[in-house]
């Protein structure tokens, strides 16, 4: 089937076309497993009369589903970024010619941010260049010897901040590669009518803004994390130089303002996440915070505790969430506890080897190694909160982490970083420590683990918690609304959501060190 007749199929059996959404996903459902990918499945088998569509942005295009597909999902596009070099031909001659004046407009709007016309110099020419991928002339024409000679004429205009840094003919060759491949998502045939729900910001949105600028397709970003936020951190430890980095980085900057302006409607997993997308120009009353939910009854009490002290960790064996913290922390519990363990459950994604092996040997290095196990993957997630007398999140970013609500939901004590939603999620029952602070999170765990009795009255107060206010049927019924509130044309102005005007100085301190600035700043 074409990617064509795919995204305009007839929608399942009982389901009403204007009820049809379009789920836009990156490196997640239904290829990986992971916390965005659970919260996609528990939406499509939450609403099994309501017809969903995938676009899924993946690594090479040769992914297994991770999930099978319940019969309401009537079909996934599966768009390779770094697959094989889409087939097409080069734009020549005068077609060539507008092309590169194109081109040369959109990387000025990546490398002047105090420009008063970036943001609309970046969207006229994220469509016109998305016309020219539709056409299957994109990649080929910025790989030509011309393009590559305007993105070193742009860099080494005298006012462009990177030309200090000498860009060479490397720096062109990987920035134009990097960009490319970003790219690649212009090529999807947007969908046309229903809905269109970005479930992450940055790539997987550009489907979505394409739909709704050819076809007026109503786009619902909703963010988990803060994908912009991830990528400043990504990017502050790559191996890449600075004229590269400030390419990549102007380019993610513009893309989440353009989706935060065309969103009918930003549902963020998170009041932190919220501060991010007004400061990216998204006017209040187009955002509404929905927690993720679990159902409490797929996550009873845990039961016993482990007989020796035991600390646990699930998720995804992944540099953003920080296990050689942890496992620092760990080895200082060791110093008090020396019977203590630390059990890590969670599989590696592909390329994330090197990291388990780095943390690995930080176990053997600390003399932990042999009470540090890496489970890997485990069938019920369960047994991994049970495993322990507390559950650890050290992550240096999240959203509103399933793993931690899903501790809670099985009464489990439980200490986390201070990052995203975390503290939204535990309130009182739990205790939270700075990111990055292994001697912080260890004096937790050993508060903990030295005080059974409080450790049981926090895991029961932790599951009153979730019951109350973080239950899958609740996040359901929300998104429900919304998308039929959408597909009607409603409107999404309408009602202000009083999510509280959180205090914006922490935010402003956080994207001084990453050196941002306010939409509109002068540079």
Partial sequence: ?????????????GTDDQAVVTLLTEGTYPHQHGGVSVWCDQLVRGMPDVGFRVVAI?????????????????????????????????PRGRRLRRFLGTYERFLLSLLEPGSPTAGEDFADGLYALAARARKGELSAAMRTEEALRTLTAVWNRPHIAVAAARPTLHDALTATELLEHALRPLSVVPPEGGVAHAVSGGLAALPGLMAHQLHGTPLLLTEHGVYLRERYLGYRTGGYRWPVKSLLLGFFRLLARETYARAALVTPGNRYNRRWEEHGGTE?????????????GAFPPAGPEPELPTLTWAGRVDPIKDLETLIRAF???????????????????????AYRERCQALAEELGTGDSVVFEGRVEDIRDAYAAGNVVMLSSISEGFP?????????????????????????????????PREPREMARAALELLRDPSRRVLMGEAARLRVIEQFTLRQTIDTFRGIYGELAAGSGTGRERYADGAADGRELQQELAVHGVRR????G
């Fill in 1 to 13: 089937m074409s990617t064509r007749e795919l995204l305009h199929a007839v929608p399942p059996p």
């Fill in 58 to 90: 993946t690594g090479t295009g040769q992914e297994a589903f991770a999930w099978e597909l319940p019969p309401n999902v009537g079909g996934v596009v599966s768009v390779p970024l770094w697959g094989p070099v889409p087939d097409g031909r080069a």
């Fill in 284 to 296: 209040p009353d187009r955002i509404r915070t929905v927690y993720n939910g679990v159902d409490p």
């Fill in 331 to 353: 080895a200082l519990v060791r110093e008090e506890l020396p019977q203590a363990r630390l059990r890590l459950f969670g599989g590696t994604p592909r390329g994330g080897e």
């Fill in 402 to 434: 399933f793993t931690l609500i899903e501790a809670m939901s099985c009464g489990r004590a439980t200490v986390s970083t201070d990052v995203g939603g975390v503290r939204e999620a535990v309130g009182d029952t739990g205790l939270v420590v700075p």
């Fill in 519 to 522: 939409a509109g700043e002068a």
